[in-house]
Every structure is written in structure tokens, then in C-alpha cells.
């Protein structure tokens, strides 16, 4: 079963997603927790902070994978009948879509890059799906109100491109609005 859960910053969306699987997972079972972020600065160092001490401290039995890139990769790791979480794609793409910026690379600006990284996403998730039981993915809902800044606009394009792609596969389709799940798609 694919599930994607979706909102604003702040919403609730990890919290919400981590209690899901637990759910399903009825904590018999290990939980797999696929980390996209990067600690950037102290914000995100304090984010993902709190995210590993929610885990810790929960009943679940959680194995943790750090991969801000190519999560296809961890393919090979499951059988069928895990449970995963992937926290967040919206890192996920920014870190994809990125890459090698900070050594000067703008390939970010190239349209067959872009279509390089969605493909890349998508065969990621599709194996990812294929090989456990339950597959969660947490996105943010992002807006910009301006479209003038072609950096931002680059990314959002992507993501939403991810995000209606997904929705179109997912089982299940949560948005998450001042910590209260809507299900959009599913129940």
C-alpha cells in the first residue's frame, strides 16, 4: 500500500505518518525510516534533532537509513513485507534536483536534468513500493507567490510534478491542516 501525506510546514505530517505506521505495524514489527534531510544550518539541525528523539522514545522499533539521494538503492534491503517511511521527498527532490551546486554545477537549469531527476525519483519510489508492504511518503506543500525567482520556480515545478504523480499511485492521500489528517484520497 502506497500512502502520501502532505501539508503545510508545521502541520503535523511526520508526527501524523510516524503514528500510522506504528498502527500498522502494531510495534511487532521494525519500522523503516528513510531520512532525506541534510542539516543545512542550526534550524534543520534542530529539526532533525527532534525528529530522532520522537522516534527514540516511541514504542516502535525503528531502523534508520540516511539517504538524501538515490533511495533506489535501498531496494535490495527489503523483502515485501517491511513497513517505510520516507521523511521527506520535498529534501529529497531539493537534494536531487541540487546537487553539486555548492561545487558550481548548474545542471539544475537544464529541463533534461529535471526530467533526469524525476525519472530517478520515480524509479526510486517504484522499487521502494514494489518491495515492502506499507510505503508512507511525507511531502510539504509548498507555495511561492512570485514565479520570478527561476531557482524557485525549478524546484516547484519538479515537486509538484512528484506530487501529482504520486497521488495518482497512492492508496491513500492525507493532508494534514493544523495537525488534523483530510483524507483526500482513500481511508
Given amino acids: 500500500m502506497l500512502v502520501f501525506v502532505t501539508g503545510g510546514v508545521r502541520s ?45 522514545t516511541s514504542k516502535a522499533k525503528w531502523v534508520n537509513w540516511e539517504k538524501p539521494r538515490d533511495i533506489k538503492s535501498l531496494a535490495s534491503h527489503f523483502s515485501g513485507s517491511e513497513i517505510v517511511l520516507l521523511d521527506c521527498l520535498t529534501n529529497l527532490v531539493n537534494n536531487e534536483l541540487f546537487f553539486g551546486v555548492e561545487n558550481g554545477d548548474e545542471r539544475w537549469k537544464d529541463a533534461n536534468h529535471h526530467q533526469y531527476v524525476f525519472q530517478s525519483i520515480q524509479q526510486g519510489i517504484e522499487k521502494l513500493y514494489e518491495r515492502t508492504s506499507l510505503f508512507v511518503i511525507v511531502s510539504n506543500e509548498v507555495v511561492y507567490d512570485s514565479f520570478n525567482n527561476e531557482v524557485l520556480f525549478a524546484y516547484m515545478k519538479l515537486l509538484g510534478k512528484c506530487h501529482q504523480w504520486i497521488i495518482q499511485k497512492a492508496d491513500i492521500a492525507v493532508k494534514m491542516e493544523f495537525g488534523v489528517p483530510v483524507f483526500m484520497k482513500g481511508k
Fill in 12 to 56: 503535523g505530517k511526520s508526527s501524523w505518518a510516524e503514528q500510522y505506521v506504528r498502527k500498522a505495524s502494531r510495534n511487532e514489527k521494525n519500522i523503516h525510516y528513510v531520512a532525506t534531510a541534510v542539516q543545512t544550518d542550526d534550524e534543520m539541525k534542530k529539526r532533525i534533532l527532534d525528529h530522532q528523539k520522537r522516534r527514540e
